[in-house]
């Protein structure tokens, strides 16, 4: 899927393309969106978590490669998102990821390799829930290897660790 769209009295005519693959498996996922933000005044590191891009393309269901054009000249961050929620804005917690560190400058005849991989989520935690009488749940996302959890008050015996 591709929106095509004019920036003035012609449609623009550029196009950048690349492959898309996997960091840790030999198959790449199917359907991958390949995004571009154009790097404006109201581009910062947040905006992919907040708005749709500039401009979007997918890859099939059969392929890795893809195409954007129709692009204006200027310059962009490159994204690529295994798009859980379709919504073409990224969830951290859901989606895989790949980017290009550098800016792409619109002319261009480079070629582009995108490799998605899953972050490792920012730490947060939710707040606790009470299961059942003597069982309480203690929810978090992101790296919880170091987690220790020490009660401000003496507990019941039925709630000690080990009992």
Do not use: C, H, W
């Amino acid at each position: 899927m591709s929106y095509v769209f004019s920036t003035g009295d012609y449609i623009d005519s550029l196009t950048v393309s690349g492959v898309v693959k996997d960091a840790f498996n030999k198959k790449a996922d199917e359907f991958i969106s390949v995004m571009l933000y154009e790097i404006d005044s109201t581009y910062n590191d947040s905006t992919l978590y907040l708005r749709p891009p500039n401009y979007i393309t997918n890859t099939l269901d059969s392929t890795v490669i893809f195409t954007l054009k129709n692009l204006k000249e200027g310059r962009y961050k490159m994204f690529a998102i295994k798009d859980e929620a379709k919504n073409n804005i990224f969830d951290q917690n859901a989606d895989k990821i790949a980017f290009i560190s550098d800016t792409i400058s619109l002319p261009t005849d480079s070629t582009y390799l995108l490799n998605l991989f899953k972050e490792i989520p920012d730490y947060k935690i939710s707040v606790p829930s009470f299961v059942s009488r003597n069982k309480i749940i203690f929810g978090y996302y992101g790296e919880g290897r170091d987690i220790t959890i020490e009660p401000l008050t003496q507990l019941p015996i039925l709630l000690r660790p080990g009992s």
